[in-house]
Structures are given as structure tokens and as C-alpha cells.
């Protein structure tokens, strides 16, 4: 997910959500910073809009992709400050500015740090900061872990295979909401399917529940031993497993696997008649 002119509608939205004297002042401050190539005004200025700018809401001015997804991240005047003044120092020198906009996850408190990961996406050439977004899932900390993990476009779109699956099994393993990673449908994978079976029969051999929607991934990827475990889903006493079974057999291009759901005549009702789906599971 790409957005088009994205400094554009964060200037309209900067002009409708923050005073005019602190806008002058942000727009004063990037002059400076990119004139005389300051990293250190680049640092104090992201942390003193603190300041200058509550984390009050936003004055959503028009409905678009860019601005569904800026409320997704509930994002506040504080944060919109913040990446606006990335995103415009970015414009005006990346070359140079982007080195430095990438270690800010080295000296921005937790906060900060939140903020940069949400709305990474939005930023000049994203792709360059790519090894801050996979560093970022290393945190101990959930908030700044989720930052980048929830309800963000970045990792679907710049993750590769090994990034993308380390960040969703994190994210099983801290227990965080699984229906807010977005693409997972599209970013599920044959290697991140088997892990998901073998953590499965793990927590099985434990008698330890399993979040249906973990499964979620394997439905483009069910093999002879996913075809099993889709099994003892659908044959489970918890309804909530069958529903899992039930999505991730009706989503599969595997014939066995629609075969199997045939079985389950309710369940597949369910879903035809769209009453079933991950997001109500």
C-alpha cells in the first residue's frame, strides 16, 4: 500500500488540526534543519513538538485510503505533528536526511518511537527503513512492538518471508490481536503453515487452548498434515475450532480440503450466506 501525495494531505490536515503560530513554527524549524543539514535540531525538534502540540484528536477534513488508515492508527495532533515534520524534511533532502530519520529508534523515547513505526509507511522511499522495522520487532516492549505489528500496512508490503513470519508468530507468542495484522490471507506461506501446525500439536499435547485465528494463514497452504489438523478443528468440541476449521478449508484451493468442509453442511451455509467470517469468528 502506497499512498499518493501524502505531504499534501498532511499539510490540509496539519492546517485544520494544529494552531496557526505552531504550524509556522514546524515549518520555520524544517527550514532550518535542512539548510544547515542539523541532525541534532532534527532530534530536538521531534521531541519538543511535545510541547508545542497536544495529543488531541485529529480534524479528519475528507475521507480517502490515506485518511482510513490514519484513523485506524487513531493518530492524534501530536503524532501528526511528528511525521509531518519527517516526511517534509525527507522531501527537501532524502540523501542526506534519511540515515539520520532511520536512528531515531536509537535516541526517540517510547512514545516517539510508537509514533515513528505507525506511520512508517507514509515516510519519503519506506523501503529505507526496512532493518528499523524488523529491529523494532526484537522490543520487549508490546505498544512499540505492536506500533509496527497492528493495523500497519508497512510489514504486508516491505517484509520478506522470514520478517513477515517472525513478526506474526511474535505476535501469537505476546498475544497480541491476531485480526488486527493486516494481509495475512496474502502473506501466509508453506514455512510459516508448518510452524503453525507444529505449535499446534504442541499446545494440543499440552491441553492448551489455541487463538482460532492463528490458523489463519494456512488456509492457502493446507497439505496432507494441515488436512489433519483441519480434521480434528471441524471434529473439535469447541465451536469456536470448527468455525477455524470451517474458514481455513472454504478458503484453501485444496479439493480435499472443500471435500472435508462438505462434511459440515452448517458451517458451510455459514459462510456462503456470509454470516461466518475471520472477522467474527
Known amino acids: 500500500m502506497e499512498f499518493k501525495n501524502t505531504a499534501k494531505h498532511l499539510n490540509t490536515l496539519v492546517s485544520a488540526s ?23 535540531d532534527l532530534y530536538l525538534t521531534y521531541t519538543l513538538l511535545a510541547s508545542k502540540v497536544t495529543a488531541e484528536p485529529v480534524k479528519f477534513t475528507s475521507d480517502s485510503e490515506l485518511i482510513s488508515f490514519l484513523k485506524s492508527q487513531e493518530m492524534n495532533a501530536l503524532q501528526l505533528a ?13 540523501d542526506f ?4 530519520v532511520a536512528n531515531l529508534i536509537q535516541v526517540a523515547d517510547k512514545t516517539e518511537l510508537e509514533t515513528f513505526l505507525k506511520f512508517l509507511v507514509l515516510l519519503p522511499n519506506a523501503s529505507d527503513y526496512i532493518s528499523v522495522a524488523v529491529d523494532a520487532l526484537r522490543t520487549n516492549i508490546s505498544s512499540v512492538f505492536n506500533a509496527i505489528a497492528l493495523n500497519n500496512p508497512y510489514p504486508a ?63 492457502k ?10 480434521q480434528r478443528l471441524l471434529a473439535s468440541d469447541a465451536v469456536v475450532e470448527n468455525k477455524a476449521g470451517a474458514l481455513c478449508c472454504h478458503n484453501s484451493d485444496n479439493p ?17 450466506a456470509g454470516t461466518l467470517n475471520w472477522k467474527n469468528i
Open 221 to 230: 497452504h493446507i497439505n496432507e498434515k494441515l488436512l489433519k489438523d483441519m
Open 82 to 94: 511528528r511525521i509531518f515534520l519527517l516526511v517534509k524534511t525527507l522531501e527537501v533532502d532524502n
Open 18 to 40: 494544529l494552531n496557526a503560530d505552531v504550524k509556522d513554527w514546524i515549518l520555520l524549524k524544517i527550514e532550518l534543519i535542512t539548510q544547515n543539514k542539523s541532525t541534532k
Open 157 to 219: 508490503v516491505y517484509f520478506n518471508e522470514q520478517q513477515w513470519n517472525q513478526m506474526y508468530l511474535k505476535a501469537v507468542f505476546i498475544e497480541s490481536e491476531l485480526g488486527e495484522i493486516l494481509n495475512v490471507d496474502d502473506r501466509g506461506n508453506d514455512d510459516l503453515s508448518r510452524i503453525i501446525s507444529d505449535y499446534a500439536h504442541e499446545r494440543w499435547a499440552a491441553s492448551r487452548e489455541i487463538n482460532p485465528l492463528f490458523w489463519r494463514p494456512v488456509s
Open 256 to 272: 480435499k480440503a472443500k471435500e472435508l468442509l462438505n462434511g459440515y453442511p452448517e458451517l458451510k451455509n455459514e459462510m456462503e
Open 97 to 100: 536526511f534519511k540515515v539520520k
